[in-house]
């Protein structure tokens, strides 16, 4: 897992799949797989020649690597830049910009933040990625899509669409709508949410897609569907989500999780760094768009929670600093430790 080519299948054997970098900055990591003699087996490279270094991996895989930057966030500073150039006419205009709704500290009243990498908050998480996938498909480049994730070819619903609902870019709250159902339906957590948008943005690396009108409910199911398999100890059956979408079938969400895993080359894992990448890109996300994680002022009941895991680390570094002296002594110290003397001047 995380290799740009599968440690187990040759370079060779899934022509249809795409590849993940262009030929011309490939040729130079390829080895020929023709065979030497009429009786034996196809050469099979080893894991570590198929790599792909790192200096060009970073350029177009950013769900696979932490060093890479993430495509929400890039698409989003166009829109970033727009709102801040606005807020500061405004400024300067002297008009008023509303009441504060950020919360801030102060003497008597103190706000602390419960929403960590390793616990996310559920809602706050679901509108940071729902608006990573807004900028997608506001932003997108073309509208490049496969049959499989096409709206008009497997309806989800069958009810009748606007006219206008495959040209016109979904607004972020009908995007957060749609992932709020399958997550409390389904009852999935917010890290299960971060892992979508990690498999969402390396589809559309792998196999050169765009997020757009007609694909971005099937493409958005089918990451969720997966992310749920993967990260939740007890995954949500296909057949589960048919009973929160009524008119979907068992068989076209088998093909659509098939086809899914065969674009992602069957590359699943999520490294924890680039889990912890993701993480905090969506906070930066919500603080550009004044999107606030809640704030809750701090009681004592949670004073006394802080103060217990706070005790708690603080003995570990004490037993981890006394290990260290005690494997610091010298021979001439075997009887113990010798205080020198101060020189007062």
């Known amino acids: 897992m995380g290799n740009t080519v599968s440690c187990c299948v040759s370079p060779e054997s899934s022509p249809k799949l795409p590849s993940r970098q262009p030929p011309e900055r490939l040729e130079e990591f390829q080895t020929s797989t023709e065979v030497s003699d009429d009786n034996t087996v196809p050469y099979l490279q080893h894991i570590s020649d198929r790599e792909v270094p790192d200096e060009l991996a970073l350029e177009s895989n950013p769900s696979d690597h932490a060093r890479a930057s993430t495509i929400f966030l890039s698409k989003s500073q166009t829109d970033v830049r727009d709102k801040r150039k606005s807020n500061h006419i405004n400024h300067i205009s002297h008009v008023s910009p509303g009441p504060l709704s950020k919360k801030y500290s102060s003497c008597s009243t103190i706000f602390i933040d419960d929403s960590t990498?390793?616990?996310?908050?559920?809602?706050?998480?679901?509108?940071?990625?729902?608006?990573?996938?807004?900028y997608h498909i506001k932003n997108r480049d073309s509208d490049r899509s496969l049959d499989i994730f096409d709206e008009k070819l497997h309806p989800l619903s069958r009810e009748a669409v606007p006219a206008d609902?495959?040209?016109?870019?979904?607004?972020?709250?009908?995007?957060?709508?749609?992932?709020?159902?399958?997550?409390?339906?389904?009852?999935?957590?917010?890290?299960?949410?971060?892992?979508?948008?990690?498999?969402?943005?390396?589809?559309?690396?792998?196999?050169?897609?765009?997020?757009?009108?007609?694909?971005?409910?099937?493409?958005?199911?089918?990451?969720?569907?997966?992310?749920?398999?993967?990260?939740?100890?007890?995954?949500?059956?296909?057949?589960?989500?048919?009973?929160?979408l009524k008119d979907i079938t068992v068989e076209d969400m088998n093909e659509m999780e098939r086809h899914f895993l065969e674009l992602l080359q069957f590359n699943i894992n999520v490294p924890a760094s680039v889990y912890a990448k993701y993480y905090f890109d969506l906070r930066q996300l919500a603080d550009d768009n004044n999107l606030s994680f809640p704030l809750e002022p701090l009681n004592n009941q949670r004073a006394q929670k802080l103060e217990a895991i706070s005790r708690l680390c603080e003995d570990k570094y004490k037993d981890l600093s006394r290990a260290a002296m005690r494997r610091s002594f010298s021979v001439d110290n075997l009887i113990g430790i010798r205080c020198s003397n101060a020189v007062l001047s």
């Open 165 to 244: 609902y495959f040209h016109v870019d979904p607004e972020h709250k009908l995007i957060y709508r749609f992932v709020r159902t399958l997550f409390s339906a389904a009852q999935l957590t917010a890290e299960c949410a971060i892992v979508t948008l990690v498999y969402l943005e390396r589809l559309l690396t792998y196999a050169e897609l765009d997020i757009c009108p007609a694909n971005w409910k099937r493409i958005v199911l089918g990451a969720i569907l997966l992310a749920s398999k993967v990260w939740d100890d007890q995954a949500v059956w296909n057949v589960d989500y048919c009973q929160i």
């Open 117 to 134: 990498v390793s616990q996310p908050n559920l809602k706050s998480t679901i509108k940071c990625v729902t608006l990573a996938i807004y």
